[in-house]
């Protein structure tokens, strides 16, 4: 398996520009998990999908992000205008969430860069 | 509320040395917890997990934790430090399917 797959590795914007991240799970995955990676805050989860369902989306800081599942294989991330404040490193992960299991497999991240 | 403490945001060792890495956690129910580690610039990569049964859990590249509820405790341990181990590590809970993540202890191995 190719394991999680995101797009672009590595995005440089200007301030108030539209991003979109992209994120493939790993096939036969139920669950997938938006991250947000940065020095000060850490790890924080921004939403997760259930069957492609947003089950928990408190996390997102601010109605300029987005998210979407329209299909078991693919989602996005959207910010809206983009600030400087959102550069980060943002993870998709997904997990076959079945009885015990709750093992999330991440992708590589993306790094957002925001001038 | 669930919670992940990790004491010691930087720890270092030496090569060959024992490493030590603390987790604590907060849960109401009984928990699911987790070790990741994550390479410089890559995405985070379990290490292993413990969920029920045997409370002495075996990971990989000679890693293993041991789930002690009395002191809701999941330290990390190997018995002889690497160089290849330098890296981030994180601590983790769950019995929803969420994940709540420590702050991470970055290991460094000095030669």
Known sequence: DAGVIQSPRHEVTEMG??????????????????????????????????????I?????????????????SFSTLKIQPSEPRDSAVYFCASSYHW???YEQYFGPGTRLTVT | AQSVTQLGSHV??????????????SSSVPPYLFWYVQYPNQGLQLL?????????VKGINGFEAEF??????????????????????????TYTGKLIFGQGTTLQVKP
């Open chain 1, 56 to 72: 928990d989306d408190s996390g997102m800081p601010e109605d300029r992000f987005s998210a979407k599942m329209p299909n078991a």
């Open chain 2, 12 to 25: 270092s060792v030496s090569e060959g040395a024992l490493v030590l890495l603390r987790c604590n956690y």
């Open chain 2, 68 to 93: 002690k509820k009395s002191e809701t405790s999941f330290h990390l341990t190997k018995p002889s430090a690497h160089m290849s181990d330098a890296a981030e590590y994180f601590c983790a809970v």
């Open chain 1, 17 to 54: 520009q539209e991003v979109t991240l992209r994120c493939k799970p790993i096939s036969g995955h139920n669950s997938l998990f938006w991250y947000r990676q940065t020095m000060m805050r850490g790890l924080e989860l921004l939403i997760y999908f259930n069957n492609n369902v947003p």
């Open chain 1, 99 to 101: 009885g015990d299991n």
């Open chain 2, 48 to 56: 292993l997990k413990y969920t029920t049964g045997a409370t002495l």
